[in-house]
């Protein structure tokens, strides 16, 4: 890999281009709950019948399909011992538990001494037999110990298949008329007032000494079959493990990207590639995400040390995300708001799905043009990925441009309060960005207008709160919210033309704008002009059918037209 990894390149971007240099390499992820690699000698074999995923790197995190209904194995080998007097206390109630129902044969005889790490979970089994009055517990493997209902993904209860080993493991706990488990979930249900309780404590204790290799296949298994919270679950287990194994990254990377978590499936990559470098499908999986977050140049690059593993048709998507973006920089620096619109959602079409700089840059030039409401509603489908992270992913001037942008659209939206906030937290970020400063500015003074005018109108002072949402509308002249609310107090003062207008105004930059429609419905009513008001009213209960102020005023305005008929 002789080229300059793009991560470590401050402003070399198309998107730096569009938006301003900035670095985007984020600090190196630690796993926060390393564990010691257990022994070898101690670890569980995989039995035969699973790809062995050592051997092979390369389909070091392919899916593994657990074993078949014909697959066997031999039954666990329980010893014989002559004098009872010798066994544990888990041997002796084990024996005393039998009747009924029951398996019957001898108790098994654990020694401590010799057995590692079973021996040392001893210990906490007896402890959680002790709070919770369980004596009935299951094998799970060779060095594993847990509850019958905490067997996660092991298949419990009869399967109906013909494989006695299989069944004689799952039955091999006392069934009779003994009832310790069902005990056990009756207290879990009293506790909680509720279902049973999910699996915790002892399972996911001992669940931490089991083969990592066992917890990435369980975790294949659920990838495979939808589960993508439950293999997430596993895959950070394998990792507690063994924190240097670049496929378990690699395949945690693949369950938070299912779950929608891409900027986090990112660093999980890119930590897979600190561990190994050249480990292609990590990279092919990195540029895959790197094409949908809008970085194409960052996906090129990956996709070249991908190798064989690069997917074609996501080379196709980086290649198209990239001739867009720069038809984009071209757009931005002529001052082409069309275009600039156009070429953004076409770079969002054809790959770039989740990438919020590029949909912040569409909906800033929907501002622009006050399309107020398509900017709202690109934004809304937008990815909302968190703060903190958009500023690890693209820096601080890239999360700034992002947030300002936000700003803006609550501002137009009618979240004041919201809009400060989103405003200062840019200005943090990027305190040499003078539009930053000049939104702040914006956001306080529109915020402090609408406030004062809100409080002047409860004070039924109309002719005041006129005044002040004009100073707000002095900073911006199409903001939905002031307009309407001027409406609202030249309606009071039976200036309903004027009215009109400020709602038609609020209108053309916001068309859904249900508010500014009932209020001119109103005004039209008060004047007699109930042909309009009836088309206001039969566009508003088209969006809600159930609004009985809608109807009410819908329903005097056809008395009113057939009486003058």
Not at 1 to 19: N, Q, T, W, Y
Not at 55 to 72: T, W
Not at 191 to 209: D, F, I, Q, Y
Not at 478 to 503: F, T, V
């Amino acid at each position: 890999m002789g080229d300059v990894s793009p991560e470590r390149k401050s402003g070399c971007g198309i998107l730096s281009a569009v938006f301003g240099g900035r670095s985007i390499w984020p600090r190196r992820l630690h796993s926060s709950s390393s564990l010691p690699t257990p022994n070898p000698k101690n670890k569980t074999n995989i039995e035969n019948g699973f790809t062995n995923l050592d051997n092979d790197p390369k389909h070091a995190d392919r899916i593994i399909s657990r074993p078949g209904q014909n697959y066997s194995k031999s039954p666990p080998v329980y010893h014989h011992h002559q004098q009872q007097q010798h066994q544990t206390p888990i041997n002796a109630r084990a024996k005393k538990e039998t009747g009924p129902g029951n398996i019957p044969g001898p108790a098994r005889n654990i020694a401590r001494a010799g057995l590692g790490i079973s021996g040392e979970l001893e210990t906490m089994i007896a402890d959680h037999q002790k709070s919770n009055g369980a004596g009935s517990l299951v094998r799970a493997s060779s060095s594993n110990v847990m509850l019958f209902g905490d067997l996660g993904n092991l298949r419990q209860g009869n399967t109906n298949n013909n494989n006695n080993n299989e069944n004689e493991n799952i039955n091999y706990y006392p069934t009779g008329n003994n009832n310790n488990i069902n005990n056990v979930a009756a207290k879990r249900e009293e506790k909680n007032g509720a279902g049973p309780e999910k699996p915790v404590s002892l399972c996911r204790a001992v669940s931490t000494r089991m083969d990592p290799e066992q917890l990435k296949i369980l975790g294949n298994e659920d990838y495979k079959n939808g589960r993508f919270a439950e293999a997430l679950a596993l895959y950070d287990a394998a990792i507690s493990i063994d924190p240097n194994k670049a496929s378990y990254r690699s395949n945690k990377s693949a369950a938070l990207t299912a779950l929608g978590q891409l900027l986090e499936a990112a660093f999980e990559c890119r930590e897979a590639i600190r561990i190994d470098p050249f480990y292609q499908r990590a990279h092919n999986r990195l540029a895959t995400l790197y094409v949908r977050l809008g970085e194409p140049e960052k996906a090129v690059y990956h996709f070249k040390q991908a190798g064989v593993e690069a997917d074609p048709d996501a080379i196709n998507k980086a290649k198209e995300v990239q001739f867009h973006l720069n038809k984009c920089t071209d757009a931005k620096r002529q001052q082409d708001l069309n275009t600039l619109v156009k070429e953004s959602g076409l770079s969002i079409s054809v790959g770039a799905d989740s990438a919020p700089l590029i949909f912040a840059l569409k909906a800033e030039a929907l501002l622009k043009l006050n399309r107020h409401q398509e900017a709202i509603q690109t934004i809304a489908n937008g990815p909302n990925f968190d703060l903190d992270e958009c500023t690890k992913f693209f820096g601080p001037i890239g999360s700034a441009t992002l947030i300002l942008v936000r700003a803006q659209i609550d501002m137009a939206n009618g979240r004041f309060d919201d809009a400060v906030a989103a405003a200062q937290r840019a200005s943090r970020l990027d305190s040499n960005n003078k539009e930053a400063n000049t939104v702040l500015r914006k956001t306080r003074a529109v915020s402090t207008s609408r406030s004062k005018g809100n409080d002047l109108f409860k004070a039924a002072r109309y002719s005041d709160a006129c005044v002040a949402y004009e100073e707000g509308l002095n900073h911006d002249p199409y903001n939905a919210i002031l307009l309407c609310n001027r409406a609202a107090c030249m309606s009071k003062l039976n200036q309903y033309e004027k009215a009109i207008e400020d709602c038609n105004a609020a209108l053309n930059v916001r068309p859904a704008y249900s508010k500014a429609r009932l209020r001119r419905a109103d005004c039209y009513s008060k004047m007699g002009n109930w042909g309009a008001c009836l088309q206001d009213c039969e566009v508003l209960l088209r969006e809600n059918p159930e609004d009985e102020e809608v109807a009410k005023l819908s329903k005097e305005a056809k008395t009113q037209l057939q009486q003058s008929r």
